[in-house]
């Protein structure tokens, strides 16, 4: 069954005395419980708009969320409070995303208790297990956001989200600003959480290589609409639409790159 | 062979904190030649930045012990007097950083800003040559953006407004610290184009500084990799990233996600992470990480390996046989 359907989502920016932004002009797509969706396109082509669209930071102008079969905008307090819990967002500024003046500790055990996720008794055992999904020593807990690397700071904000035991979590450029390295260690993360614990993922990114080892699906964005959807390997492969052609054409990667040099030089 | 513009020569970076020394970069050689691409790669930490700033010995380098020689068009720059390197920077040497709101001045248009590389000028021709450096920087609307401040501007426009500062006075090396970071792959695709072309029309040398091994493979012609304050790897751009010597190269090039690579496969990742510079570790500095590591590595330094075809590495099994 699919966890969310999106149909016709638009999202418009007005400020008084210019002409609206139409950052989202009709975006439709449904997403199974378990499965992933990445979601490419160049910068202000709306991406990030339609994911805080998602996750109600930002009201849609027009077009309906269904989520679990149940309709977004007629659900009841309770029920947007729910939804909220079951959808959440992971930043691409990790550091900046994390409240500086509380510890590791004080982060987990604040989201826990405020939504009321284990009795007070049990949240120490539950950040235990936390930290041990998302691969972090628990020499971090007293640590301060600036105390740890970036990548460290990634993961709590994994373990921040999964404390309220999500169905479906968007990352918006999780990986971008981190070192390579680093980078191998989240995006392993982010397929073994899908694994294990059946989660739902809809990954941004402008990096087409991430999108197409970790996503089952891919939507490529331009000016406010999904151009080309797909099986990401088909997309990325066999590009149809000549815009998800620029954009492969753009990406530097390393072993084309490389075999295209060393032709020249034979 | 002629002279290279920029030779440095085991250059190293010493800070003094709370009495106790920290060596950041240690032993740095490093060579750029007239009109040369030459990349520098590695993860945060690994002192790409402060190399970079030791070349023309900017801020927060004038706080550190400089070591070594940097001969630049056969000048000593760390020998020079600030009257002496400030002509070298900018008309020598100029810098674009990743960060384009941590160089441009909030408060001041951008025509006052380009204005300010442009001393030998008179002031009625600044806003001509503005526009036109601008102009040269592909930027849509040239005119309104030397009106701009910076904050009415995208990151890409800001990005290209400090390319056009750094341009003014047609420096004979850009040194582009990770540029395009922060940028999506289109917009970096059109910085860096860019820069190519600016590159070749004034037979301007490039060192770029980027964590990207895809743009290192695509556009420069040779690379450094360093590692805890070191040069590990260098070489041809094709030999070593075709034929990585240095485990630690090996391991940068496995954790790229590559298009082609079959889905679900997991990434490579590098265990561990770059040893701070007050814990260098007293062997290998990356022998902690290193899945190949063996007693020796532990206890003594790898010293460089000089080969034949001037691919070089720094590792213990990776010397040659014959040595
Ligand atoms: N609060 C806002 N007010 C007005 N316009 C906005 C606002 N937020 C975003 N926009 C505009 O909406 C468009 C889409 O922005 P969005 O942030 O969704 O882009 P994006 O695809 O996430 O880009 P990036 O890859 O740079 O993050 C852009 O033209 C942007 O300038
Ligand atoms: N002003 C400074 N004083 C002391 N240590 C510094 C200073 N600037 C940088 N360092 C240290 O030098 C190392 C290399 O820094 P940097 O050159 O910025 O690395 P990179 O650019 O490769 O990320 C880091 O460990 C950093 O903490
Ligand atoms: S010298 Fe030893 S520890 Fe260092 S990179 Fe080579 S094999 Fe690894
Ligand atoms: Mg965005
Ligand atoms: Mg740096």
């Known amino acids: 069954m699919s966890l969310l359907t999106v149909q016709d989502l638009h999202v418009t920016y007005r400020t008084p005395g210019q002409p609206p932004v139409r950052a989202v002009r009709g975006v439709s797509f449904s997403l199974a419980a378990g499965a992933s969706l990445g979601i490419v396109g160049e910068s202000g082509c709306g991406k990030s708009s339609l994911a805080r669209a998602l996750i109600g930071l930002q009201p849609a102008s027009a077009g309906t969320l269904t989520f679990e079969g149940r309709a977004v905008d007629r659900l009841s307090r309770q029920g947007f409070r729910d939804y ?161 052609r620029t954009l492969l054409e753009a990406v530097p990667d390393v072993g084309r790159a490389l075999q295209s040099k060393l032709k020249a030089e034979r | 062979m ?39 790669v590695g993860e945060s930490g690994c002192g790409k930045s402060l190399t970079a700033l030791s070349l023309t010995r900017l801020s927060p380098t004038d706080r550190a012990r400089l070591q070594g020689r940097v001969l630049f068009d056969g000048t000593d720059t760390l020998a020079l007097s600030p009257d002496a390197l400030t002509r070298v920077r900018g008309r020598g040497i100029a810098y674009v950083f990743q ?150 190269t090996r391991g940068l090039l496995a954790a790229v996600p590559m298009l082609d690579a079959p889905r679900n496969a997991p990434l490579q990742d590098i265990p561990g992470t770059v040893p701070s510079p007050d814990a260098w570790p007293a062997g290998c500095a990356f022998a902690p990480r290193c899945a190949q590591a063996d007693a020796r590595c532990h206890a003594e330094q790898p010293p460089e390996t000089d080969d034949a075809d001037s691919h070089r590495s720094r590792c213990w099994h990776t010397q040659p046989c014959h040595s």
């Not at chain 1, 600036?146 to 994994?158: D, N, P």
């Open chain 1, 84 to 244: 909220r819990r079951a959808v959440q967002m992971v930043f691409q500024d990790a550091t900046g995303s994390l409240n500086p003046r509380m510890t590791v500790r004080q982060t987990l055990h604040e989201v826990l208790r405020v939504h009321r996720m284990r009795p007070a008794a049990a949240i120490p055992q539950r950040v235990d297990e936390l930290l041990d999904l998302v691969g972090l020593p628990t020499t971090v807990l007293d640590a301060f956001p600036r105390e740890i690397s970036g990548g460290q700071c990634q993961r709590v904000s994994f373990a921040r989200c999964l404390a309220l035991e999500p169905r479906l979590i968007i990352a918006d450029e999780p990986v971008s600003a981190l070192d390579v390295s680093v980078q191998a260690r989240i995006l392993n993360l982010v397929r073994s959480l899908q694994q294990r614990l059946g989660l739902s993922i809809i990954l941004i990114s402008h990096d087409l290589a991430v999108v197409r080892n970790i996503c089952d699906r891919v939507a490529v964005m331009h000016d406010g609409v999904f151009v080309e959807t797909g099986i990401a390997a088909d997309v990325l492969d066999v590009p149809r639409h000549a815009y998800t």
């Open chain 2, 99 to 248: 960060d384009p709101s941590a160089s441009l001045n909030p408060v001041m248009r951008v025509q006052d800003q380009i204005a300010e590389c442009l001393p030998d000028l008179p002031r009625a021709a600044h806003r001509d040559a503005c526009v036109e450096l601008l102009t040269r920087t592909g930027l849509p609307d040239p005119a309104r953006a030397a009106r701009a401040f910076p904050c009415e501007l995208s990151g890409g426009q800001q990005q290209r407004v400090m390319l056009a500062m750094a341009l003014a006075a047609r420096p004979k090396l850009l040194v582009a610290d990770e540029p395009t970071t922060a940028l999506d792959v289109t917009t970096q695709q059109q910085v860096l184009d860019l820069i190519d072309t600016l590159a070749d029309a004034d037979g301007m040398a490039v060192l770029l500084i980027t964590h990207n091994l895809g743009l290192v493979a695509g556009r420069m012609t040779r690379v450094y990799v360093m590692y805890a304050g070191q040069v590990v790897e260098s070489g041809a751009v094709t030999d070593v990233l075709s034929n990585p010597r240095h485990p630690y």
């Open chain 2, 2 to 40: 002629p002279h290279p513009l920029l030779q440095v020569d085991h250059l190293s970076v010493t800070f003094r904190r709370d009495g106790m020394l920290t060596t950041p970069v240690r032993d740095v050689s490093l060579t750029v030649q007239a009109g040369e691409r030459v990349a520098v």
